[in-house]
């Protein structure tokens, strides 16, 4: 029976963790073979039935022997139109839920600060100012709307519930209404979602259907005053358009984590933009002490199930794209 090799590069295991990575490889039988992150060389990956962790595109697309590749990202549409995917040669799984805490975390600071006016008492500490006291909010009673209440959606949402918000959401897929939620929504109701909303949270997937999900039109449905806040894809948002409500102000306030294209270049005028708190797409990092722990459970997860022949978790839909 031919060996069977799993390449795995990018990951970000402690030592213990890679050691009992590697002993439970020997007992299932496979051998695992470090690649150089991000490296561009494909036969690195000869032989490999499967790949696991950070690779770049074209030498996914190059490698012939792969069946199964396994993402230590839980966004996955910059993989899906790649032709192993595309062509059904391999089969494409995610860390999808690896991230919910820390994200979710995230998000419920970024609605604290902007409540609290602390990006305004941090630019006067740093000019020595003893800034008079600004009128804050709070989340308690504040009508939030999540737009895609999957994994980090949900995880957001019963953060922001448990703390007294109004909690609703809107999911592209989701019928069933859990408990955490005032009201579940469909995608042709958003208009009746947004003019209700203080606090819009996105935290959705890139496709088509969601390209710009959130435009000009549908920011001029928020009321005066209301907040943004996005930590799922960049291109689901049209920034321009929040740049001008954030200038106009017409939204009081807004935290960016992704963006159209990353890294944000320097003369960006979303830098310069008034009540935007920008963070460097670090909601959701991999190397993050709980991340990397559950992104280590979902992959042994998987190894288990690959080996034994059943079916995988976090398998992507790539018509859907995600």
Known sequence: MPERIIGYSGFNFTEEKTRELNELAETLGIKLREIPHR???????SG?????GDFKSSVLEAATDMRWFHSNWA?????VGLSPFRERKALLTSSSGAYNIMLAEHLLSGCLMMLR???VYLDAQKKHIWHEAIPAESLWNKRVTVLGVGNTGGAFARLAAAMGAKVSGLDLLRKDKPEWLVSLYSVEQL???LVNTEILVMCLPYTKETDKFISAPEIAMLPKGARLLNAGRGKTLDVDALTQALHSGHLAGAMLDVFPEEPLSPDSPLWET???FITPHVAGHEADKLNAEYIFNIFVENLHRWSAGEPLVNVVNVERGF
């Open 39 to 45: 490296s561009s060389d494909v036969s690195y990956c």
């Open 48 to 52: 490999c039935e499967a790949l696991a």
């Open 75 to 79: 966004g996955v549409d910059g993989l």
């Open 117 to 119: 006016n602390f990006p």
């Open 191 to 193: 208009p009746d979602v």
């Open 274 to 276: 008034p009540n935007l």
